[in-house]
């Protein structure tokens, strides 16, 4: 069997619903545990008494929907011109295994290897580490005015 560039898209859309699955055989539950209408719940707030592990779950389902459309665009954009060569068939299977592994661990748990922008140090969290720098156009100075 040949892969093309679109089998790999379709991976990550059954991937994408693998998750939905995932999402709702968590949520409902959840939401009846919690005692939720679901006919009341109309913001993403309403939604915060549900254990840290459904709203994972919720957030990654999310995320399936957001960057991965760059991917679907490439994809298609690729097998229509004819660039669907092992190379990009390669970097778009290695790209869905990423966005595969991404969803296991954001899943299945709250820890994050590589902070996004250097955000946190290692070995610091949050609640021990030092205060941001105030902005100029938060200091004392300013603020007298």
């Known amino acids: 069997m ?3 560039m679109l089998t790999p898209v379709l991976a990550l859309i059954v991937w ?3 998750i939905w699955f995932w999402l709702y055989a968590t949520r409902i539950p959840a939401m009846r545990a919690a005692g939720l209408d679901p006919a009341k719940v109309k ?3 309403d ?15 999310n995320h399936l929907h957001e ?15 004819g ?8 970097l778009a299977w290695a790209y869905v295994g990423v966005r595969i592994v991404h969803s296991l661990i954001q899943c299945t748990s ?3 290897p590589v902070p996004c922008c250097g955000s946190r140090r290692r070995g610091r969290t949050p609640s021990t580490s030092t205060p941001r720098r105030r902005r100029w156009w938060r200091s004392s100075a300013a603020s007298a005015c």
Do not use: C, E
């Open 83 to 90: 660039v669907a060569d092992p190379l990009n068939i390669g």
């Open 16 to 18: 994408t619903f693998v």
């Open 43 to 45: 913001r993403k707030g």
């Open 67 to 81: 960057q991965p459309t760059v991917f679907y665009a490439l994809a298609v954009y690729s097998h229509l011109v």
């Open 110 to 112: 709250d820890f994050v």
């Open 2 to 4: 040949q892969t093309t």
């Open 47 to 61: 939604l915060d008494p549900l254990p840290v592990s459904v709203q994972q779950i919720a957030d990654n389902y």
